[in-house]
């Protein structure tokens, strides 16, 4: 199947990128951005956003649309936090988004590094965007992110229910997914939440839009919707690429449901206009 031409990513290039390259590279840092060969890199880059990967680079689940590697866990880098915070500082931004690799194989879930990670950067003054896992529905897990007091928490969906199963790991689920969404509401209703959807897997509409729905009733805030793009053939196969039609048919539609903040879009990730998106969403929240 021939990638239309509005999926097509041009490499990463420019002044701003090699800069912030070589300072995750100094630091042995990892970035979502490239481990997962997300295609608007260079632009978040250039405005200020990085999504910075911790508790290593490789997953201890194996999601089947993926590029991230699993298996043979590493120990964690107990400087990582410091590494970040610096990082953050140097490449001077104004957003940070930070996400993780599932670690099932620490007593934690790396949960306390994790939460060390954000207060870290919190304090030098930046914004922070936490994408979390799923930490297996566990509670005290999640509280503890939720008490570091992140700008937005994020935690995605992924896809419908019914794909749900041929997809993702088999310890993630549907409504574990959208369980820990609820539940950061739940502690505090105040904090901003957000998920996203990828499209391309054969979904229907009326799946996606029961998939808005479920978000709506966990109190989801802030919504993404993209297009699958098969990273290696390792992973599963693209089942449909989505027209442009479909994406901005979707956008109002979850503008129309309640979403504070939607962007749609085949090159459109979680992190893809993160600062705009928190802006936006609590710019809509004082006109009320």
Not at 8 to 33: A, D, M, Q, R, W
Not at 158 to 179: F, N
Not at 197 to 205: P, R
Request: hydrophobic letters at 35%.
């Amino acid at each position: 199947m021939l990638r239309p031409d509005y999926v097509k990513i041009k490499l990463p290039s420019g002044e701003k990128f090699s800069e912030v390259n070589s300072i995750l590279k100094t630091g042995l840092l990892h970035t979502v951005c490239e481990e997962a060969r997300c295609p608007n890199l260079s632009e978040c880059w250039e405005s200020g956003t990085a999504t910075f990967m911790i508790l290593g680079k490789n997953c201890s689940r194996g999601c089947r649309f993926c590029s991230v590697t699993h298996g043979n866990m590493e120990e964690l880098d107990p400087l990582e936090p410091e590494k970040v915070r610096d990082a953050v500082k140097n490449m001077n931004l104004k957003f940070a988004v930070i996400t993780s690799v599932d670690r099932d194989d620490l007593p934690d879930q790396g949960a306390e590094h994790y939460a060390k990670t954000i207060r870290m950067v919190r304090n030098t003054g930046v914004l922070v965007e936490s994408l979390i896992p799923d930490f297996r529905g566990d509670k005290t897990l999640i509280q503890s992110i939720v008490d570091e007091k992140p700008d937005v928490l994020a935690h995605n969906i992924e896809t419908v229910r019914r794909l749900t199963p041929v997809i993702r790991d088999g310890r993630a689920s549907y409504d574990q997914s959208i369980g820990v969404l609820k539940y950061v509401k739940e502690i505090d209703a105040e904090l901003t939440t957000k998920s996203s959807i990828m499209l391309g897997h054969g979904e229907t509409d009326q799946e996606v839009l029961e998939t808005m729905d479920d978000l709506l009733n966990a109190g989801v805030d802030i919504l993404t919707i993209g297009q699958y793009l098969r990273p290696s053939k390792k992973q599963i196969p693209v089942a449909e690429y989505c027209p442009m039609e479909r994406y901005g048919k979707f956008e109002g539609i979850a503008k129309e449901k309640g979403f504070r903040f939607v962007a749609s879009g085949p090159l459109v990730r979680t992190s893809y206009r993160a600062f705009e998106a928190w802006a936006m969403k609590n710019i809509t929240l004082k006109k009320r």
